[in-house]
């Protein structure tokens, strides 16, 4: 039953792009080609505003909380994004982590494969949200799996990774667990709602791993490599691996290039939180853009409620003046919507919503 139940969405089979740019192209396939979207290249970003950065250790010195507890709570609320420095993660575990990435994606393909997606499933290596044959591709490959609980583990992914990947991942994934706890009880904090709510809703939640490879290629100004999207998880924590620059967030119409500061973690709210915060965190719209010359690789963790859960906005949030926004759902329904859709913006949130007629009735 359990394995039956894990199987939240699934993706058609499509090419490995990192073999496809291995071939001397001129020209990118068609699939890849995206006119639906707007132009990847950024003229002026020098001009453009910066993501906030919050300061970790601020936050939990006490002496200067007040002022970055505004500060987070300026950036979850204007921004759904920051950079999170001296977060305490240490900085060795960091480094073994992009090393032991890079090295993963540099197996033989075959090797690669032995952790294909199966059918009906979107753990795995493969693509994700590919939901037809006529469907435009992202220029990426991705290696998904659900780390936490153990229980919920795939026999064929992670205890099947190679030494001394596996324990790495097995170690970040445990640290990167209690940092998003942090994270969310502060948010808690600056949101004034009940611990419990927060706590209780993601303490024994399902932790996800996202590992993105984005070959470069030789017409990147036609192509994207991940389409812009919310998040649908409750937090995102990503962990940029290398040094090229790609993700693009959309704040107030305009793309905005995110440069990421060394040893930090860029932080952003999912689709979950945003309906838990009853709209006062949003999620945010981003994408990722490639180039020509040089692979960009990243390795994204979620964390969201438990599967047999069900949530709404968080009861210390809703009262006769703020009203419930969206409603109640169980995460692995909410989850099986998302993954049966292509990816498109934020439109799911919107599925969410409570109308207003329904909302004028309930009050």
């Not at 490995?16 to 132009?39: M, T």
């Not at 990167?176 to 303490?203: N, P, T």
């Not at 305009?254 to 979950?272: E, H, R, T």
Request: aromatic letters at 8%; a negative charge; charged letters at 25%.
């Amino acid at each position: 039953m359990e394995a039956k139940v894990m199987k939240l969405g699934s993706s058609l089979q499509v090419p490995c792009v990192q073999e496809l740019a291995k071939e001397p192209l001129s020209r990118v396939p068609p699939r890849y080609v995206r006119p639906d979207q707007d132009p990847p290249i950024i003229s002026d970003a020098s001009s453009l505003p910066q993501v906030p950065v919050i300061d970790m250790h601020s936050l939990l010195s006490g002496y200067s909380l007040d002022s970055e507890l505004q500060k987070l709570h300026f950036a979850c609320k204007e921004w759904g994004f920051f950079q999170l420095i001296n977060h305490g993660v240490s900085s060795s575990l960091v480094e073994k982590v992009k090393l032991e990435i890079q090295e993963f994606f540099k197996l033989p393909i075959e090797e690669k494969k032995k952790f294909s997606q199966e059918p009906g499933d979107i753990e795995g290596f493969g693509q994700a949200f590919v939901v037809s044959e006529e469907q435009k591709l992202d220029w990426a490959d991705l290696f998904y799996m659900v780390t936490l609980p153990t229980h919920l583990r795939k026999p064929h992914l992670f205890p099947k990774l190679p030494l001394p990947f596996r324990d790495t991942i097995e170690t970040y994934s445990a640290e990167l667990k209690i940092l998003a706890m942090k994270i969310l009880d502060l948010m808690a904090k600056a949101l004034k709602m009940k611990d419990e709510d927060m706590k209780e809703l993601f303490e024994e939640g399902m932790q996800g791993m996202r590992m993105n490879y984005y070959p470069p290629c030789p017409q990147p100004e036609l192509v994207i490599g991940l389409t812009p999207h919310s998040d649908s998880v409750g937090l995102t924590i990503l962990l940029q691996l290398n040094e090229m620059e790609g993700l693009q967030i959309k704040k107030d119409g305009m793309w905005i290039p995110v440069q990421p500061l060394p040893n930090a973690f860029i932080i952003n709210i999912g689709d979950i939180l945003e309906i838990v915060t009853n709209g006062i965190y949003g999620s945010i719209e981003h994408r990722a853009t490639v180039n020509s010359d040089k692979e960009r690789l990243s390795i994204a963790t979620f964390l969201s409620p438990k599967l047999d859960d069900e949530w709404g906005p968080a009861p210390s949030l809703v009262t006769p003046e703020t009203p419930a926004l969206f409603r109640r759902v169980g995460t692995a329904d909410f989850f099986r919507g998302y993954f049966s859709r292509e990816l498109r913006g934020k439109s799911y949130v919107d599925v969410m919503r409570i109308q207003n007629e329904e909302a004028d009735h309930h009050n």
